[in-house]
């Protein structure tokens, strides 16, 4: 919908020089395969510099702070998850070294 208004405008044009050109001894101007060529090379370059711009070169400040948050999201998760997997190292740990006597014993 963003680009609603520009394809509409160059819709009207598009109509009203057609509509001129059925008027007797009138001409149409979009019967030049060039003119039509220039509509569509402007439509195509809006859109692509309208996009180039708000996705590439310019993140909004709403943006940036939604990705900070989830990074920082992120970085909570992570520490998290270190700290669970060292907890469970330090059972594994400890519970092999429970039982080194006891395979020590079967063992002789």
Known sequence: MKFFPLVFAL???ILFANVIGLIPYT???TSHIIITSALA???FIVVLAYSFWSICLMPSLK???VRITATKATQKITK???MVAVS???CATAAAEASRAYTRGLSL
Do not use: E, N, P
Request: hydrophobic share 60%.
């Open 11 to 13: 819709f009207t044009i």
């Open 27 to 29: 001409f149409t101007v």
């Open 41 to 43: 090379a402007l439509v």
């Open 63 to 65: 943006d940036m702070r």
């Open 80 to 82: 998290a998850m270190q």
């Open 88 to 90: 469970k190292l330090r």
